[in-house]
């Protein structure tokens, strides 16, 4: 299949498959922390407050792990991203089943995560290009996320029946383990050159060289020269900031409490809705992953958010079950369109060696507001209702989405 020829690439495809096994194991985790905080407060603020504490640190320090990644070998990053949370997760599981776990160690927890992750995101982000050469990059990229999103299918299920069969202590279990896994089928990497990409300014591919006497800033400001360089790149980033508070924010936070108070369900439709909104990606990861150059990238990443934003709306309604089904499903296909669009924009626009602080900033712009939009959703929710909640963020979301469409730069970006 065209859609496998990246897995041909050995380095490649132990990252894929190590982080293939994390993601499940992320998901897995996150249903049944949600509800274990759900369980433990009853409180939409402490879980928006786990999402703020899981956001802020990245932010903080996403532009330093931009440069990094640029300086350093970024697969000792991944292996020590890795193995560290991997860790973090076994005490974890021990204060779990001496029952010694609190809400403020969770706290502690995603601080420390959100930290790795600030060093992990744009690692991941610059190192897949440059372990594929160009013609292999759709297939690299769409294998990335439909790991995800199969990982987002069959976790939550999974970490539904985990939850209520035998409580949270073994999807804690399964995360550590999946962690260190993944870590150990880096360690190959962490000698070994990837595959050389077309790019010239890769040629030392693992450990690209920083400009002589370039400080920590000067690298920074180079970055974002970059970025408003070219239009696509800033008013994309401009508005994901925006509307991922309005979408991200009722989804992450919301939806536990849209199932049980709202629609009167319990963990395990939790996991089944949850496991309905990745199927669409997969079905899109699937058609791209097939060709080697995306058109149209430009209308695809900020209608496919607009599209987004309208069917998670519709989750705020009284709609029959097959409506939620049909919005969920378009609601994932046109956000993997964005996706896979606007990562193969910052694979052809950006210089290799320059991509893990371009990333960063990418990351920085989209997910800055994210811990106020996290707040206000669990103000929201305990406020006005979950349902109103969902309509309201997906409606604006939609609306958000859709203004960019207006320039002629954006809708003649292909």
């Keep these: 299949m065209s859609l ?245 924010g009722p989804f992450s936070v919301g939806l536990p409490f849209l199932v049980k108070d709202f629609m009167g369900g319990d963990e395990k439709m939790l996991g089944l809705l949850l496991a309905i909104f990745p199927i669409g990606y997969i079905l899109t990861s699937l058609a791209l992953g097939n060709l080697k150059r995306l058109r149209w990238r430009g209308p695809i990443v900020f209608l496919g958010g607009s599209i987004a934003g309208l069917c998670l709306a519709v989750f705020g309604l009284r709609a029959p079950l097959w409506l939620l089904i049909v919005a969920a499903l378009i609601n994932g296909a046109a956000l993997e369109g964005v996706g896979l669009a606007w990562t193969n924009l910052l694979q052809e626009m950006v210089p290799v060696d320059k991509l893990g602080r371009v990333s960063s900033i990418d990351m920085l712009g989209s997910f800055v507001l994210l811990p106020i939009g996290f707040a206000l959703t669990g103000w929201a929710v305990e406020t006005i209702g979950p349902a109103f909640t969902f309509v309201i963020g997906g409606g604006l979301g939609a609306i958000l989405s859709a203004v960019p469409l207006l320039l002629p730069a954006i809708r003649q970006t292909d």
């Design 4 to 248: 496998l020829r990246a897995l041909r690439h050995r380095n490649f495809a132990l990252v894929f498959w190590g982080q293939s096994l994390s993601r499940l194991g992320d998901f897995v985790f996150n249903l049944a922390l949600a509800w274990w905080v759900l369980e433990k407060t009853g409180s939409a603020l402490a879980i928006g407050a786990v999402m703020v504490f899981g956001a802020l640190p990245m932010l903080f320090f996403l532009l330093i792990g931009g440069v990094l990644v640029d300086r350093l070998n970024r697969a000792w990053l991944l292996f020590f991203s890795d193995m560290g949370r991997g860790g973090l997760l076994l005490m974890g599981t021990w204060l779990l089943r001496i029952d010694r776990l609190e809400i403020w160690m969770v706290y502690v927890g995603a601080l420390i995560f959100s930290f790795a992750d600030a060093f992990f995101m744009p690692a991941y982000t610059a190192l897949v290009p440059q372990l594929t050469p160009r013609d292999d990059w759709p297939s690299a990229n769409s294998l990335s996320s439909l790991s995800m999103q199969l990982s987002r299918v069959l976790g939550p299920a999974l970490g539904g029946l985990l939850v209520g069969l035998g409580g949270t202590t073994l999807a804690f279990e399964i995360n550590a383990v999946s962690f260190i896994f993944s870590g150990l089928l880096l360690i190959p990497l962490l000698s070994l050159k990837p595959v050389a990409s077309p790019a010239p300014e890769a040629s030392d591919m693992l450990k690209p060289a920083p400009a002589p006497n370039a400080s920590f800033l000067a690298e920074i400001r180079e970055g974002w020269k970059i970025v408003f360089a070219q239009p696509i790149l800033w008013i994309t980033i401009l508005t994901s900031g925006v509307t991922n508070i309005l979408l991200a």
